[in-house]
């Protein structure tokens, strides 16, 4: 990981233009090629990012990110304050709440959950990134990649969108559903925008259910 302190402006090129002025800033560039820029506040929350896959070309006066649909991430350097890299390692993976693991559990015995017909192929599918919730196929034979939260937020579309991009690359074409018990509006309208299904979840009216998957006894 790479973190740059640095007095910069900032523009975003694409579907839609942003702009933010002068300020010093903390640019943070991860292994997978993304970069973000953030503020000394609104928490975790970056103030511009660009996702991958996306190429950062930088030069005396800057750098410029592209992603993969030609929109650009402008960086106008005008003064470096610091500049490291950290190798981190690979990380464990999130680990998840007992409401959120149980879920996980739950859906993975009542797929018609998600769609009539559905199958599941494995909970906890493996990715260079950590694991994918589950990954089952819908009644066509298309693999499904479900990513399941207590509460949606624009991270999960983020998060869900990167297990996409790496499992398309092994299984080809492969759709995205994100189950939660609630949903931000923020996520709904990012997921929508990138083709991603939104399932809310009713926690009790699972439990409630008989499992799908047959047992010895």
């Not at 090129?13 to 933010?20: C, E």
């Not at 589950?134 to 991270?155: P, Q, S, W």
């Not at 092994?170 to 931000?184: E, N």
Request: hydrophobic fraction near 40%.
């Amino acid at each position: 990981m790479r973190l740059v302190i640095a007095t910069c402006s900032v523009d975003y090129v694409g579907r839609l233009t942003a702009h933010l002025p002068s300020a010093t800033r903390l640019l943070l560039v991860k292994a997978d090629g993304s970069v973000s820029v953030h503020a000394d506040d609104r928490a975790y929350k970056p103030l511009m990012w660009m996702s991958p896959p996306c190429t950062t070309y930088e030069t005396d006066g800057g750098w410029t990110v592209v992603n993969k649909t030609g929109e650009q991430l402008v960086i106008s350097v005008e003064q470096v304050l610091t500049d490291t890299t950290h190798e981190l390692g690979r990380d464990p993976g999130l680990v998840k709440d007992g409401v959120e693991k149980h879920l996980q559990e739950l859906l993975a015995d009542r797929c018609e959950v998600l769609g009539a017909g559905w199958t599941l192929i494995r909970r906890e599918y493996p990715t260079d990134i950590g694991p994918v919730d589950l990954l089952c196929r819908d009644h066509t034979g298309v693999h499904v990649a479900v990513e399941i939260k207590r509460h949606a937020e624009i991270d999960g579309v983020e998060q869900l969108t990167r297990y996409l991009q790496r499992l398309s690359t092994v299984l080809g074409p492969v759709r995205g559903v994100l189950a939660a018990q609630s949903f931000k509006p923020q996520a709904k309208v990012l997921a929508a925008d990138r083709g991603i299904t939104c399932v809310q979840l009713d926690y009790d009216a699972l439990r409630g259910m008989e499992a799908g998957t047959p047992t010895l006894f």
